[in-house]
């Protein structure tokens, strides 16, 4: 688990409206063999079902959907500002035209059968629970839905606990 130690969510005390919001975020999964990953600024940390969970949208175009989608499993990393360069990198090419993990240079760690990044200083293992793409007719504030999906590719949201929280030493 190169340096990286676990912490009990309880105990998780960085804002998610900085990390995610602000720092980025990478989301990872694994199909058959082969990793994607892609920068993401939408998403949180909460509690549903009685269970701590993550929850991320995914664009229908996007490839890491697609490893989203055939995974029970998929984390959620953090790197430091110094991979700002990286993390925009990742956000803007596609891993069906390129082996952007190799180029990033970032490197791939498992742990309970789960990718994630080396270089992280945080990483959230995650186990998908649902599913759900969200629809034109259950936006409340329809100004959301004309602004962010002018193209109607709605974004599925994936709810998901947190089972392991790592961390850098």
């Known amino acids: 688990m190169s340096n990286f130690f676990e912490i009990n969510p309880q105990r998780f005390e960085r804002s998610p409206f900085k990390l995610i919001g602000k720092d980025w975020m990478l989301i990872t999964a694994e199909k058959d063999g082969k990793l994607n990953t892609m920068t993401a600024s939408w998403g949180g940390f909460g509690v549903m079902w009685g269970k701590n969970v993550a929850y991320i949208v995914l664009r229908p175009q996007r ?4 490893f989203v989608d055939n995974s029970m499993t998929f984390s959620i990393t953090f790197l430091d500002n110094s991979f700002r360069t990286t993390l925009s990198y990742l956000g803007t090419k596609s891993g069906r035209d390129e082996d952007k993990i190799k180029n990033s240079k970032l490197t791939v760690l498992h742990t309970d059968d ?26 409340i ?19 998901a606990e947190v089972t392991k929280i790592l961390i850098k030493e």
């Not at 490839?63 to 697609?66: A, D, F, H, M």
């Not at 504030?141 to 709810?159: A, F, R, S």
Request: one cysteine or more.
């Open 63 to 66: 490839y890491t959907k697609e």
């Open 114 to 139: 789960i990718p994630y990044f080396e270089e992280a200083s945080i990483a959230v293992l995650c186990k998908k629970l649902y599913a759900q793409e969200y629809k034109p007719e259950f936006f």
């Open 141 to 159: 504030d329809q100004e959301l839905n004309e602004k962010w999906y002018p193209e109607v590719d709605h974004h599925t949201l994936y709810i």
